[in-house]
């Protein structure tokens, strides 16, 4: 059982990105899914998360750009990004509940510039 992000890359501010992430291997259950963000220097933060039935929250830096969703069916979540800024550049990662466990995917580093 893994996760697989993608979407990350280098963008301008005020531009958008959409970061993907899927679950593969023995998937019988998914929980609440998110997404985390790490910056040079700074601690781990928590950018948004969804439950299995939609309820999703923010950080307050993101609220109003960043939304979150998941395809239940796809076993997928995504973070549509907008209005992104200097300050959002950073690596992120996707996580999840999957068969009651907590899992982690590789990073995709978004990049911001002014």
């Known amino acids: 059982v893994q996760l697989q992000a993608s979407g990350g890359g280098l963008v301008q501010a005020g531009d958008s990105l959409r970061l993907s992430c899927a679950a593969s291997?023995?998937?019988?259950?998914?929980?609440?899914m998110g997404w985390y963000r790490q910056a040079p220097g700074k601690q781990r933060e928590l950018v948004a998360n969804?439950?299995?039935?939609?309820?999703?929250n923010y950080a307050d830096s993101v609220k109003g750009r960043f939304t979150i969703s998941r395809d239940n069916a796809k076993n997928a979540v995504y973070l549509q990004m907008d209005s992104l800024k200097p300050e959002d550049t950073a690596v992120y990662h996707c996580?999840?509940?999957?068969?009651?466990?907590?899992?982690w995917g590789k990073g995709t580093q978004v990049t911001v510039s002014s």
């Open positions: 291997g023995r998937v019988f259950s998914v929980g609440a």
């Open positions: 969804i439950s299995p039935g939609g309820s999703a």
């Open positions: 996580s999840a509940v999957l068969n009651r466990m907590d899992y």
